[in-house]
């Protein structure tokens, strides 16, 4: 079982933006308004995620990292609409069959902080004089989850990740992905013993503000407004906002931020219909800014391709499609505002 659980979890956490990327949901589920990453050597050698959300019930501690026995679980009748969103209740478990975590959370009102070290999803002891029971602790509310030393026990996915800055770039991407979208949230990003943070965008900002600190002030000019209202299209329940760049815009590179139901996924056939559309507006060479939120019935989306990716496929595909392409040749072919 060990070996299948080791395997499994490779599937899931290639690299260290992946295990972010969990831990960063689950922060944000936790109803944080500040989050935290901290990383060595790009997230290989240590990972850390503060929040300061509702923090983890000291029962739940001892079946955190086991697969399928979280609290979430229990709010889903239908085991389909629960994983569609690829693997849930398996990222915990995941990540401590590749890499060593400890937890450390207090929840409102508890009086100190517990902290648990885990090792191929079960408790361990912090040290070999402990038991393996979670130990009382100072702490504030809210969940720190430290991750060291990841693919410890994976020899040929650890030789496979070698630049620790390169991982530690695509970490920042990632957060700042969801700085953008999350907009109570505070988010920082830092390497260890680096005193000023590589990414620090406070709720205070607005989307916009936060667009110009991470893509620049080009990007902002010429953003506009799409908005497709709840309705408006014969999908059920399905609405979508985001922010646009003019035809006019021009910068090196096209950046598609896509966000479904609060979770950044990638869809290659949105991206093509995207693609398509601002061709017939943008000079040869030429380049987009596209940020789009929607949402919309879990069921109505397939996330089956690859779990650690989130490539969604959606099954009104055609009519998602073209109102979208249609609000943004409206947005494209009006010049000013
Ligand atoms: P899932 O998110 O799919 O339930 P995870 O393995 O990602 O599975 O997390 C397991 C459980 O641990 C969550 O359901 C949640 O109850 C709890 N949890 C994880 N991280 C946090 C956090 N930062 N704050 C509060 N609870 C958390
Ligand atoms: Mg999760």
Redesign the pocket.
């Known amino acids: 079982p060990t070996v299948v659980n080791k395997i499994a979890a490779g599937e899931v956490i290639e690299r260290p933006e992946n295990a972010v990327k969990?831990?960063l949901?689950?922060?944000l589920?936790?109803?944080?308004t500040s989050i935290e990453v901290l990383l060595k050597d790009g997230g290989l050698k240590l990972l850390q995620?503060s929040?300061n959300?509702?923090?983890?019930?000291y029962d739940?501690l001892p079946y955190?990292?086991q697969?399928f026995?979280?609290?979430?679980?229990e709010k889903f009748e239908d085991l389909q609409q629960?994983r569609t969103?690829g693997?849930?209740?398996?990222?915990?478990?995941?990540?401590s069959h590749v890499a060593k975590v400890t937890?450390t959370?207090k929840r409102e009102g508890d009086v100190h902080a517990w902290r648990a070290f885990y090792v191929d999803g079960k408790l361990a002891p912090l040290s070999p004089s402990n038991s393996p029971a979670p130990q009382p602790c100072a702490g504030k509310q809210?969940?720190v989850?430290t991750v060291e030393d990841l693919f410890y026990n994976v020899p040929g996915r650890k030789a496979a990740l070698k630049h620790g800055s390169e991982e530690y770039r695509r970490v920042l991407n990632l957060v700042q992905k969801y700085a953008i979208h999350s907009r109570m949230v505070s988010f920082t990003c830092k390497k260890v013993g680096e005193t000023v943070a590589s990414v620090s965008l406070s709720s205070r900002l607005s989307t916009k503000d936060k667009i110009r600190h991470v893509y620049g002030t080009l990007a902002v000019k010429h953003l506009k407004v799409l908005n497709i209202a709840e309705g408006a299209t014969n999908v059920e329940s399905f609405h979508a906002d985001g922010l646009i760049s003019s035809a006019d815009y021009e910068d090196k590179k096209s950046v598609f931020i896509l966000f479904i139901n609060n979770r950044l996924v990638e869809s290659i056939e949105l991206k093509t219909a995207i693609d398509e559309t601002y061709s017939k507006f943008l000079h040869k060479g030429a380049s987009y800014f596209v940020y789009l939120s929607l949402v919309m019935k879990p069921e109505q989306l397939d996330v089956n391709v690859h779990p650690s990716k989130r490539i969604v496929h959606f099954l009104y595909d055609h009519e998602i499609f073209s109102a979208i392409s249609e609000k943004l040749v409206d947005l494209l072919q009006t010049t000013d505002e």
């Open positions: 969990e831990l949901e689950n922060a589920d936790a109803g944080s995620i929040d959300g509702s923090g983890i019930h739940d955190l990292c697969r026995s979280t609290s979430k679980l629960m969103f693997f849930r209740g398996e990222a915990l478990a995941s990540i937890i959370t809210g969940t989850i």
